[in-house]
């Protein structure tokens, strides 16, 4: 099956400073790919949808200069959290989406391991 | 907004016990995804229901989507501690649509 990777899986930083998540979509190409965030004991809220070389859109609500969506090849998407501060530390995941895959598997996205965000 | 409202939130049953969880919506669903996800860990597909009125079955897991695909049910039979999770559903709302909405989990323990 698909597989996601994401890098790091935790990280702790200062406030102020800025953080990069990595997701991959490792045996396959994704022209689409999407950014959640999870609150502990909450569901997937998604943040914001990431195509391949265009601009990521965006979740009302979700600051688009503070949480930046870099896409710039079919199998690597970044989010990178500016300024982070305590209320930032979440459970961040990324899917990706297969285009080549049929049947009910069309709209199926496989989904990373998430990455642990500490703000201290 | 589309929402998913998932019940109960939480469940705790002893080992050989049945549930159902289930996942509810006014709206229309093109289709509707199941999820398990472990603690620290993103979630992983169980199952994809596209047709109304559709039934799946996985093991001891028994997955149906309504008629009207508004909602769905997962039901576990003879639940052990290895099913212990977060079960997640998800709708896709309409064709050409890849987003997906998900309801808030239901956190099931099911205990030796």
New interface residues.
Partial sequence: GAV?S?HPSRVICKSGTSVKIECRSLDFQAT?M?WYRQFP??????MA?SNEGSKATYEQGVEKDKFLINHASLTLSTLTVTSAHPEDSS?Y?C?A?DPLAGG??Y????????T?LTVL | TQLLEQSPQFLSIQEGENLTVYCNSSSVFSSLQWYRQEPGEGPVLLVTVVTGGEVKKLKRLTFQFGDARKDSSLHITAAQPGDTGLYLCAGVSGAGSYQLTFGKGTKLSVIP
């Fill in positions: 996601v994401q689409t999407f004991k909450q569901s997937l809220m998604l949808t459970f995941i899917s989406r009910s598997s709209n199926e996205q496989f989904f990373g391991p998430g642990r």
